[in-house]
């Protein structure tokens, strides 16, 4: 299982919400940051994701597949944050 999932499953946040916080995140990754902090997580666990989203692309692109979600809408919001 894609280590942000398994994270986010391992403190009781439900599919339904890790579905709707990777649909924010293929919209709007900046969004989505605000979403992540708000789930109550502990300060060490959300620290570890919040690196996880930023500096590994790569586990995003696997969890929005696992999930059967659209990579190429997170493509686009990647290109919408560099300019």
Known sequence: MNPILA?????NISDIQITEIFEVLTQNPLAAMATISQLGL???K???LMGQVMQKP??????VEELGLDF???ETAKEQLQK
């Open 58 to 63: 790569a586990l995003i692109k696997e969890a």
């Open 7 to 11: 994270l986010l499953k391992e403190n």
């Open 42 to 44: 502990p300060q060490d």
């Open 72 to 74: 190429a809408k997170v």
């Open 46 to 48: 959300l620290q570890l």
